[in-house]
């Protein structure tokens, strides 16, 4: 059974995917231990409690640099013993020293199909306002391994959705959690706590269910 440790920052819908998904059963040989925040105040600290699920913080305010709230997170994760690190919703680029500790054992899902509308600064509703700004009639979203770049680690999982006419940031949103993301994450993280995910290089391979 692996341990999956969750971090977030905000609302935490994805957050909340995942405890839905593990309630009824669908994330196997896994089991969520905890809920790491990088605020004190995200809502997602909610959902976790609702699900019995340990919640901590991690305040990034608390700390001067990227390396010393890292080396805080990593600290916390060791004690909690953590096989698998999801980014839900989670908003800080980690340090290179972080991913290294845990090279293909950190997911991050992004709401768009990368490598487009992704990198540094695209983040939440930015994405999906550079996506209509850009006039793309397709858009999604995207499960990968986090390497020290950011959104350009190998990819597991992507699910396309459709732009329509009249669409706003907000809109697009909620459409790409629902059609996509809700369920590629859970779907990803069990695919990764049964051990069917094989990295080569940049190319993430899916053993068939047995
Ligand atoms: C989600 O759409 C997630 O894909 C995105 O932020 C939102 C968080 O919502 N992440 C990124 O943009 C990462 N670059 P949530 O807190 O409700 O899950």
Request: charged share 25%; proline share 3%.
């Amino acid at each position: 059974m692996k341990n999956i440790v969750v971090l977030v920052s905000g609302g935490g819908t994805n957050l909340q995917a995942l405890l839905d998904a593990q309630e009824r059963g669908e994330i196997r040989d896994g089991k969520i231990i905890a809920v790491i925040s990088s605020t004190s105040g995200a809502f997602a600290l909610e959902r976790a409690k609702g699900a019995n699920v340990p919640g901590y913080v991690v305040n990034r305010k608390d700390y001067d640099s990227r390396e010393a709230f890292t080396g805080a997170l990593l600290d916390k994760l060791s004690e909690l013993n953590a096989d698998l690190i999801v980014l839900a919703g989670f908003l800080y680029i980690l340090s290179p020293a972080f991913v290294e500790r845990y090279e293909n054992r950190i997911i991050n899902i992004h709401p768009a199909l990368i490598p487009s509308f992704c990198g540094d600064g695209f983040y939440g509703l930015k994405v999906h306002e550079k996506a209509l700004e850009y006039g793309v009639k397709l858009t999604g979203a995207t499960v990968h391994f986090v390497s020290a770049e950011a959104d350009a680690g190998p990819i597991i999982l992507q699910k396309a959705v459709a732009i329509e006419e009249g669409d706003t940031a907000e809109i697009l949103q909620k459409r790409v959690m629902e059609q996509a993301e809700w369920k590629l994450l859970p779907e990803a993280v069990s695919l990764f706590c049964q051990g069917r995910l094989h990295v080569e290089g940049r190319i993430v391979h899916i053993d068939q269910a047995e």
